[in-house]
């Protein structure tokens, strides 16, 4: 919404009547309208240039600028800084431009989305953007909403809606919502537009999980809650159509609130080149003080005796003003030291990298035939010193499928694949699929790879039998079928779905149910079970269970959960069976399968009536009812007899616990910030290698007050320090050990976890606890949060940033991950199935989690290695260039009269050095990428910010002084031994020696070469010497006589050999002390990345070998419950009958295929200090194939 239609006043509530747009247009509610681009027409230009001018660089040339415009005291023209400053400007400014149409087009591509809106009496496609608070809009099956609307009547029986939340939190599954009872029945247009009601609630607020309001009609008024609410970015699922009114439009919609601002973003070493500036600009003010006194001195004591013919101008008064504009002069003349040109070489550098990344093949994804995309081009660098990653799990590290893989039954084992020499082998896209042809009613996307299960159910093995009905019958699934044999099953949560699939498709379909029986096509005949009560889920019980009546009159208890759960309630002659279904259970776990055990039991029919009455009436009590239904489910639930147990797959992401295992050893600390339930997010940590059992701890935040949230950081910081004194607001009091140091942190050599939810992070991030949870969290090595808000996300990444000085990146695929892409300093945005909104956000986009390994370890380490490197070495070249001019002061009675002609000063940095600096910006690197992957701990430098810091700069500009004066001094001293006093030949002497000196001095300071360097370097010195003949030659003088004075100086003095004489001296002179330091410091100190490097030469004269890999396995031996994902009270609107449809209704839908992958890391887990990082790979031996109990 535009600036000036902004409303300041501050909402306490919310008033909103149905088909009222004069009294809703009185309170000026926010429209639909979106914006998430930075800039408009009018506000471009001043706030793109306050921006920029945020940069001291820029005003520190627009100052110099000025001064070139006075005659008085200017020795260059001012045409000299006005282009490049202005080709800078004006470069920043397309690019920032061309980034923000992107999100002004993406703005566009929602606003302009159809919405059917109820005006005047019939239905009217509108634009979102046209959308009002208080308009009744139709949304009708798979439709997003348009905004956060209050359900008003649906399709479905009793006012239910199904909907998809995967843009708010990252799930996937289902989630009910329903209207009112009153308003239920609202489904005619004449009713709607009769409807008068009025909604007071809450004012526009970023709580997705929280509404409160009532509604007001018919002089009665009804509660109202976010069971009643549909959120804008969630999209309508299993629901033909239903209405609802708008009571909170764009920005005012909770997800809007959610997403943050999006901000300008600048790397730390642009933050540390304003500080930079600033030193040089003191020092340069330094020196022309210095000068100036010089001058002051030199005209008061020599300069009067010589103004018979060197008389001062009118304007100049005294030698104390002639010191003046001298000061004024050496400020215009060196200026040099930081050229505007270093910002030009930046942004071209920066171009470059961003292209490097857009070309690389191998984070190119062929299944969506995908590329990785730099959609901006200032923060490369920066991907070469993170040190935090703030994740999301949903489709950013799972792809949310579930795969039914193995199974234990009776005792025996399924799901593994064995050679003809009883081998166990790895199942691949290769292995050959079970034939489920004989079950017309499979599903064809589903893959089993052992076929003995297949040969059991078809030997009506009754175990087996029994096993696959228990799972056709122990759910909550609601099943379509628009067309025989097409059927789609709309599952609560992913478990359940990938179960009752490998069900249907071992010959035990689930087809219908209604509120009293479920219908199952068992091995091709329709049965029916009397459906008796649904013992639901919960996160206390873990398991759930359901009584049926089987055709034949037996009552049956069946029931599935964690095995934990299920073990603690069998009878005891299950026990035997018990210990070898455990041990299965371990092996699946450690594979990083979800588990899940099964039972079931025969009931009585005089005993269940009895219970059955016994639930009756505890369903009607008022007070404990909750207790009392657990106590009745408990008493029914024992003396269980064990069938066996599943592991299913929550398929990871191709190549996710490599990725993390390599981020971890380049000291990179990866916390998951997820929507999911803390269970759910364990078992990922868990399958994703962060969390392990050898863990010393793993802390789980669960506390619901302040208090209780407080206690519980607080023990976890006292476990980890060992220390016993906390302060009474949760930090460690003082004591002898620096405890908020990172030193100490990285001494923590024990491991461990931080989980928290939701609600106890809310807590946890107020000003009173955000501190000693950032102290726990940095001193654990994995951080999960679940159950957090979008802006929740945003909190811990702000968190991090504000206190830690450290580089933080955030990866996400949905729209409620875009709030932490755009508040870290990095974000960066996966193409995934829930939308663009996350890549629309970010500055670095792909396809998949793992490229994210190569644009950190390759890419994001080059592009700081080489921009490091290309900075020393500009400030030394150029330091050395300018301080010339210093030294020649002394020597010229500080006149402020140049060592170079004009046309040398103009052309040094844009032509004779500007190519090889930049062919070292965008070509080198100091090892391969397979090393920097090999390698991770390389990365480390630049999380530490060794390779450029102010040490780094002050060296490197020492180096130019030294430089400096050894190129004015050696010729100066040579020509004085000479007698040679020609000032046009010292020039040329000294410009010649600059030139050659940075040139063998990049050569030397390049770690990798290509024909493109050779090409620039030997071309630059040629070029030098092309331009240096033709300014100074006859002709030119002849063409342009004022503007080339110099004729014939270059060939008279580069004929003669004294000069080429000094020149090697002063060259030799000059590099000789760096190349010796550089070799004893490589020789005696060498860094990882010398090692590294020598490692990496030896192998190339070896001969190319083949990597060691090996699997990254799950270590752990914790076993998943049962569904996490799942949500209570699905049982309760089953056996009300409340979701079930009048009349037959579904549809087919068939989810993508989905390709089994392989996961595979080089063997770098046992390289954790530099000693390893360079010591050569051993042969990994035989590999072990663990034992396993093998079936008859």
């Given amino acids: 919404m535009a600036f000036w239609r902004r409303n300041t006043h501050i909402e306490k509530e919310r008033h909103v009547k149905a088909n009222a747009w004069d009294y809703n247009d009185k309170f000026c509610y926010a429209d639909n309208h979106i914006k998430t681009s930075k800039y408009n027409v009018f506000t471009f230009l001043p706030i793109n240039l306050f921006e920029q001018f945020q940069r001291v660089a820029n005003g520190y040339f627009l100052v110099l600028l000025i001064l070139q415009l006075i005659p008085e005291i200017s020795s260059l023209s001012w045409f000299t800084t006005i282009v490049p400053l202005v080709l800078v400007l004006l470069i920043t400014a397309v690019k920032d431009a061309t980034d923000d149409y992107f999100r002004y087009k993406s703005d566009q591509q929602v606003n302009n989305r159809q919405s059917q809106v109820l005006i005047r009496g019939s239905l009217q496609n509108e634009k979102w953007m046209n959308v009002r608070v208080g308009d009744i809009i139709k949304l009708e099956n798979n439709q997003f909403v348009a905004a956060d609307i209050l359900l008003l009547c649906s399709s479905e029986p009793y006012g239910l809606c199904y909907i998809e939340t995967a843009e708010l939190d990252g799930e996937t599954n289902l989630k009910v919502r329903q209207a009112l009872t009153v308003t239920s029945d609202l489904g005619d247009i004449t009713k709607l537009m009769d409807f008068d009601g009025e909604v007071i609630c809450e004012p526009p607020n970023n709580k997705l999980d929280k509404f409160t309001g009532t509604l007001y009609w018919r002089d009665n008024k009804y509660p109202l809650d976010n069971d009643n609410m549909l959120l804008r970015g969630c999209v309508l699922r299993n629901t033909e159509w239903c209405f609802g009114i708008v009571i909170f439009a764009g920005l005012q919609t909770k997800l809007m609130q959610n997403c943050g601002r999006t901000t300008f973003k600048r790397t730390s070493i642009d933050r540390l080149m304003n500080t930079l500036v600033l030193w040089i600009f003191a020092f340069l003010i330094c020196m022309g003080v210095v000068l100036a006194i010089g001058n002051t001195v030199w005209e008061s004591w020599i300069g009067r005796n010589f103004q018979v013919f060197l008389p001062w101008d009118e304007s100049q008064s005294s030698a104390v003003f002639s010191g003046f504009l001298a000061f004024w002069s050496y400020i215009i003349i060196l200026n040099t030291v930081v050229p505007i040109s270093l910002y030009v070489s930046v942004e071209v550098l920066r171009l470059g990298h961003s292209y490097f990344i857009n070309w690389d093949r191998k984070m190119y994804h062929s299944q969506t035939d995908t590329v990785a995309e730099a959609r901006t081009t200032t923060l490369n660098e920066e991907l070469g010193q993170v040190e935090f990653i703030f994740s999301d799990k949903t489709g950013t590290l799972?792809?949310?499928?579930?795969?039914?893989?193995?199974?234990?039954?009776?005792?025996?084992?399924?799901?593994?694949?064995?050679?003809?020499?009883?081998?166990?082998?790895?199942?691949?896209?290769?292995?050959?699929?079970?034939?489920?042809?004989?079950?017309?009613?499979?599903?064809?996307?589903?893959?089993?790879?052992?076929?003995?299960?297949?040969?059991?159910?078809?030997?009506?093995?009754?175990?087996?039998?029994?096993?696959?009905?228990?799972?056709?019958?122990?759910?909550?699934?609601?099943?379509?079928?628009?067309?025989?044999?097409?059927?789609?099953?709309?599952?609560?949560?992913?478990?359940?779905?990938?179960?009752?699939?490998?069900?249907?498709?071992?010959?035990?379909?689930?087809?219908?149910?209604?509120?009293?029986?479920?219908?199952?096509?068992?091995?091709?005949?329709?049965?029916?079970?009397?459906l008796l009560a649904i013992l639901d889920f919960n996160n206390v019980r873990k398991r759930m269970s359901v009584i049926v009546r089987n055709p034949q009159g037996q009552i049956k208890l069946y029931s599935k959960g964690a095995d934990t759960v299920i073990f603690d309630r069998l009878d005891p002659s299950s026990e035997d069976f018990m210990y070898t279904t455990s041990e299965h259970l371990s092996e699946f776990a450690g594979e990083g399968l979800r588990t899940l055990a099964l039972a079931y039991k025969d009931l009585d029919e005089d005993d269940f009536e009895v219970w059955m009455k016994k639930l009756l009436f505890a369903s009607t009590v008022i007070e404990n009812r909750e207790d009392q239904l657990g106590a009745l489910y408990e008493e029914i639930e024992q003396g269980l007899k064990l069938l066996g147990a599943t592991a299913i797959e929550d398929k990871l992401q191709e190549g996710v616990p490599e990725t993390i295992a390599c981020l971890n050893l380049a000291d990179i600390k990866i916390w998951v910030l997820t929507g999911d339930k803390l269970e759910t997010a364990m078992n990922i940590g868990y399958s994703c290698n962060m969390l392990r059992d050898d863990m010393n701890e793993v802390f789980v935040i669960s506390g619901h007050t302040v208090q209780e949230v407080q206690q519980q950081l607080r023990s976890a910081k006292e476990h980890i320090l060992g220390l016993s004194q906390v302060g009474s607001t949760g930090d460690v009091e003082k004591t002898d050990i620096f405890l908020h140091d990172s030193v100490f942190e990285e001494t923590i050599i024990a491991e461990y976890a931080l989980v928290i939810n939701g609600h106890s992070l809310a807590h946890a991030l107020e000003p009173l606890l955000e501190h000693i949870l950032l102290d726990v969290a940095c001193l654990c090595k994995t951080v999960i949060c679940c159950r957090v808000t979008p802006m929740q996300k945003a909190q811990v990444v702000e968190l991090v940033k504000r206190h830690k000085r450290a580089v933080t990146l955030a990866i996400g695929d949905g729209a409620n991950d875009v709030s932490m892409i755009k508040t870290a300093h990095i974000g960066v945005g996966i193409s995934g199935q829930e939308g663009m909104q996350a890549v629309l956000a970010s500055d670095y986009s792909f396809a998949q989690f793992r490229y994210l390994q190569r644009l950190l370890l390759v890419h994001g380490r080059w592009s700081y290695f080489r921009m490091c490197n290309f900075l020393c070495y500009f400030f030394y070249k150029n330091f050395a260039f300018t301080l010339v001019h210093f030294w020649y002061g002394f020597f010229c009675g500080f006149s402020a009269q140049t060592v170079y002609d004009q046309w040398f000063i103009t052309l040094f940095n844009i032509v004779y050095t500007s190519l090889p600096v930049l062919a070292m910006g965008l070509f080198d690197q100091d090892v391969d990428d397979r090393n920097s992957l090999r390698y991770p701990c390389l990365y480390k430098p630049g999380q530490q910010n060794l390779l450029f810091n102010k040490r780094q700069f002050f060296l490197c500009t020492l180096q130019g002084m030294g430089t400096s004066f050894l190129l004015f001094f050696i010729p100066y001293g040579a020509f004085s031994a000479m007698i040679k006093e020609d000032q046009q030949a010292f020039a040329v002497t000294i410009a010649t020696s600059l030139v050659i000196v940075v040139s063998v001095q990049i050569g030397l300071n390049k770690h990798y070469w290509t024909a493109i360097n050779q090409l620039f370097i030997w071309g630059s010195i040629t070029v030098y010497f092309a331009i240096l003949f033709a300014m100074q030659s006859d002709g030119m003088f002849g063409i342009f006589t004022s503007n080339f004075p110099f004729v014939g100086t270059a060939r008279n003095c580069l004929s003669e050999l004294s000069v080429w004489l000094v020149i090697l001296l002063t060259t030799v002179v000059c590099v000789v002390p760096g190349l010796a330091v550089s070799f004893l410091r490589v020789d005696l100190f060498p860094t990882l990345t010398d090692k590294v490097r020598h490692l990496q030469q030896s192998r190339k004269r070896e001969g190319p070998q083949g990597q060691n890999l090996r699997r990254v396995r799950r270590t752990s031996s914790r076993r998943s419950a049962y569904a996490f994902s799942h949500q209570q009270g699905y049982g309760e609107l089953i056996t009300s009958g409340k979701n079930m449809r009048m009349s037959t209704v579904s549809s087919a839908r068939s989810p993508g295929r989905t390709p089994h992958s392989s996961n595979w890391i080089e063997n770098m887990l046992k390289r954790k200090n530099e000693v390893s990082c360079i010591s050569d790979e051993s042969s990994d031996g035989a590999k072990q194939t663990p034992k396993q109990q093998h079936r008859d």
């Avoid at 175990?463 to 696959?468: D, G, I, R, S, T």
């Avoid at 009752?500 to 068992?522: D, K, M, Q």
């Fill in 398 to 530: 799972t792809q949310n499928i579930m795969v039914f893989s193995k199974c234990s039954i009776n005792g025996q084992t399924y799901g593994d694949v064995y050679n003809e020499f009883d081998q166990k082998v790895e199942i691949t896209e290769k292995t050959a699929c079970v034939d489920f042809s004989f079950n017309p009613l499979c599903d064809r996307r589903f893959k089993f790879y052992d076929s003995t299960l297949v040969e059991a159910i078809k030997l009506e093995d009754p175990a087996v039998q029994e096993f696959f009905r228990l799972l056709a019958l122990c759910h909550t699934v609601m099943p379509e079928e628009k067309s025989e044999g097409h059927l789609v099953y709309q599952a609560q949560s992913p478990d359940e779905g990938a179960l009752v699939t490998a069900a249907r498709n071992f010959g035990f379909v689930f087809r219908a149910r209604t509120p009293e029986t479920i219908t199952l096509c068992e091995m091709g005949r329709a049965v029916t079970y009397q």
